[in-house]
């Protein structure tokens, strides 16, 4: 490449260690779903996204984070659906969610699934909430059932992204 010009550098990640540690996470990930030579316009708006808003917010949390590897699931294509019912469609504000379908089902459509967790309102709207807000909004936020969330998405990692992304997943949650 000759006579590229930088013109925006994240500044503010470069001089905190835990900004630092997390953007050097993020992008590996966005490294290892593109490939080579892919073309991918949203992941790529994911990124810069991600970067500006890491470098402007004053620190982050749990809430930064999760909201972070959502929204990147999202961009790919692998989130979980949370609006609708994932068999008749209807909109949900409660319901069973179920890893292995990708998402929640309404109280009718969930009795054919064993492995359900039942995510109420409140649960449920900080999902969504995580998935589409700014992060400055997110790091806000005081999860009062962290555990049970975290534990959702390990499962919910586990199964579309495999092992290895749950085990650094659990390494840099801890850091924060």
């Known amino acids: 490449m000759r006579g590229a010009k930088l013109l925006w550098k994240p500044l503010n990640v470069t001089h905190d260690y835990k ?3 997390f953007m050097e996470y993020i992008l590996d990930k966005v490294e290892k779903y593109i490939g080579e030579n892919m073309n991918f316009p949203s992941l790529y708006h994911y990124t810069l ?3 500006r808003e890491i470098n402007s ?14 929204k990147l699931l999202k961009t790919v294509g692998l989130g ?3 609006e609708h019912c994932i068999r008749c469609r ?9 890893v292995s379908e990708g998402g929640i089902f309404c109280s009718n459509c969930s009795l054919e699934n064993e492995n359900k ?11 969504k909430f995580l998935i589409k807000e700014k992060y400055n909004y997110c790091k ?11 534990n959702l998405i ?14 650094n997943f659990q390494k840099l949650i801890k850091e924060f």
């Open 19 to 21: 900004k630092f540690m």
């Open 140 to 150: 806000n936020l005081k999860i009062n059932n962290f555990d049970f969330l975290e």
């Open 117 to 127: 967790i039942k995510l109420d309102n409140k649960t449920l709207s900080l999902l």
């Open 90 to 98: 209807k909109r949900i504000y409660e319901g069973y969610f179920v």
């Open 154 to 167: 390990k499962q919910f990692f586990s199964f579309y992204i495999g092992e290895n992304f749950l085990k």
């Open 57 to 70: 917010i004053s620190d982050i949390n749990k809430s930064v984070v999760t909201s972070s590897l959502l």
């Open 80 to 82: 979980p659906e949370l």
């Open 49 to 51: 996204n991600f970067l």
